[in-house]
């Protein structure tokens, strides 16, 4: 039974690219959460998405945005990328209308210079 | 705004050693309390508490949800050295526009590091 799966691992980045990270979630779930989560703090929520439709949106401006397709994989995209927007991104998944604990993927370093 | 606190950020001990993490929270239309426990990568999943006064075990970890006074502690007892990681509390809870639409709210962590 796969678990949740993310990839790339790592990314170098430079200010006012873009970046796309994806994630497939574990088997049988159709909710995917994403969580930034810089050094030394706690997960911080983006984004949620279920049924292909973003369903609810933490403090994060529009150059984060969003994809989920069909499978229930989703893409994470940030645009102008910023040196501040260097953390640790996690996914997680879970099953809607389901009171389980979300699992969260390996997540992606991403490194901007 | 839902808010999450977790205390000490930081905690030092001996191997053998008993340790009491504390979360706290203020948040509107809550479901549940989850324990997470982060070493490197992938926080994996502790506990998820849902109503008050219940113990959670697994081995030597317990926790324990007060929903009155709003916080939670996990209990750690016999603590070894490969309990060393960061532990995170979260929160979860519902959109404010209803539905069946959740959301983890989590405090900063505490890292915990166990010396042999």
């Known amino acids: 039974d796969a678990g949740v799966t993310q990839s790339p691992t790592h990314l170098i980045k430079t200010r006012g690219q873009q970046v796309t990270l994806r994630c497939s979630p574990k088997?049988?779930?159709?909710?995917v959460s994403w969580y930034q989560q810089a050094l030394g703090q706690g997960p911080q929520f983006i984004f949620q998405?279920?049924?292909?439709?973003?369903?609810q949106r933490g403090n994060f401006p529009d150059r984060f945005s969003g994809h989920q397709f069909p499978n229930y994989s989703s893409e994470l995209n940030v645009n102008a990328l910023l040196l501040g927007d260097s953390a640790l991104y996690l996914c997680?998944?879970?099953?809607?209308?389901?009171?389980?604990?979300?699992?969260f993927g390996d997540g992606t370093r991403l490194s901007i210079l | 705004e839902d808010k999450v606190v977790q205390s000490p950020l930081s905690l030092v001990v001996h191997e053998g050693d008993t340790v009491t993490l504390n979360c706290s929270y203020e948040?509107?239309?809550?479901?549940?309390l989850l324990w997470y426990k982060q070493e490197k990568k992938a926080p994996t999943f502790l506990f998820m508490l849902?109503?008050?006064?219940i113990e959670k075990k697994s081995g030597r970890l317990s926790s324990i949800l007060d929903k009155k006074e709003l916080f939670s502690i996990l209990n750690i007892t016999a603590t070894q050295t490969g309990d060393s990681a960061i532990y995170l509390c979260?929160?979860?809870?519902?959109?404010?526009?209803?539905?069946?639409?959740?959301?983890?709210?989590f405090g900063k962590g505490t890292l915990l590091t166990v010396n042999p």
């Open positions: 979260a929160v979860e809870a519902r959109h404010p526009q209803g539905g069946s639409n959740y959301k983890l709210t």
């Open positions: 948040v509107t239309n809550f479901r549940s």
């Open positions: 849902t109503s008050s006064g």
């Open positions: 998405y279920y049924e292909e439709e973003e369903r």
């Open positions: 997680a998944s879970s099953l809607a209308n389901r009171p389980q604990p979300q699992h």
């Open positions: 088997s049988g779930h159709d909710t």
